[in-house]
């Protein structure tokens, strides 16, 4: 009896430390993910923090007279300044949905075109070069969501592949060779030819808080591929990273083709929470 015990006891022992040793690991996750939103958060905000501050000092100068030009030129200052926190802001927020799984995508048909527009909304004409065959169905999205997704990867193209030439491609399969879950799928293609993403570091960039290269220009908290492969999946598709042929990196968005029902491959009737 007295050696069942001690059987038992030991039992209990292991038992306890495997889940002191969870709760230190889960510990850990949390201190490394607050050190690095704070090590993000406290320079990407003071970036455009500072820019508005320098132009709005500016402006505020009485004994400064500007032109027209120099005056226009502090406000887009500003304005850029001011759409920088905007957005840094937003996918913080974005991603604390995901993490939270509180993501409840509004799924109906929904064009590509209809969502590829306005995600390039504020880009320089010549910046990306859409490709959309003319018959592409409509596929089964959040039209919220799917453009907050397309807007992302574009952003983060032009900002580690600038002036390597961006295009946006489509293709669908409604033969069902190409399915999800069982269904068949719409693709879009957002390709660049940067430096692309070494084959061992291809699922990092998904994680939050990855950067691709560490350059100078570079801004952001790395949230945006985290936050458009955290919406792709909340719409029951997939977002795949592939190379480009000759260099670069392709990001891939699938889901299925719309059956014409609003929500027919997810629970009807669920609220959507916008994206911030």
């Known amino acids: 009896l007295g050696a069942f015990a001690v059987h038992v006891k030991a039992q209990l022992e292991r038992r306890q430390l495997a889940v002191s040793r969870r709760e230190i690991l889960r510990l850990a996750e949390g201190n490394s993910?607050?050190?690095a939103i704070l090590r993000a958060v406290s320079h990407d905000l003071r970036t455009p923090l500072a820019g508005i501050k320098?132009?709005?000092g500016g402006l505020l100068q009485r004994t400064v007279t500007y032109t027209p030009a120099e005056e226009r030129e502090l406000l887009e200052t500003i304005d850029e300044c001011t759409d920088r926190l905007d957005q840094l802001v937003g996918n913080l927020l974005d991603m604390s949905r995901i993490?939270?799984?509180s993501v409840r995508p509004l799924l109906g048909p929904?064009?590509?075109?209809?969502v590829v527009a306005p995600a390039l909304r504020g880009l320089p004409d010549g910046t990306v070069r859409v490709e959309l065959p003319a018959n592409m169905p409509t596929v089964e999205a959040d039209a919220v969501l799917l453009e907050r997704v397309i807007a992302n990867i574009v952003e983060n193209a032009v900002k580690y592949a600038p002036g390597s030439g961006i295009a946006i491609t489509g293709a669908s399969d409604g033969m069902g060779t190409a399915t999800l879950e069982g269904y068949p799928s719409g693709e879009l293609r957002i390709i660049d030819h940067g430096a692309g993403v070494p084959a061992r570091k291809v699922l990092e960039i998904f994680q939050p808080f990855q950067r691709l290269h560490d350059?100078?220009?570079a801004t952001g908290v790395g949230l945006g591929l985290?936050?458009?492969?955290?919406f792709v999946k909340a719409m029951g598709g997939t977002l795949?990273?592939?190379?480009?042929?000759?260099g670069g990196l392709t990001l891939v968005i699938r889901l299925a083709?719309?059956?014409?029902?609003p929500g027919a491959r997810h629970a009807a009737g669920q609220p959507r929470q916008d994206a911030a």
């Open 33 to 35: 993910m607050r050190t």
């Open 54 to 56: 320098l132009a709005a």
């Open 240 to 246: 795949t990273a592939l190379e480009t042929p000759g």
């Open 99 to 101: 993490t939270a799984d």
């Open 110 to 114: 929904v064009r590509w075109s209809e």
């Open 215 to 217: 350059r100078p220009q």
């Open 226 to 230: 985290a936050v458009a492969d955290g």
């Open 257 to 261: 083709l719309s059956t014409g029902s």
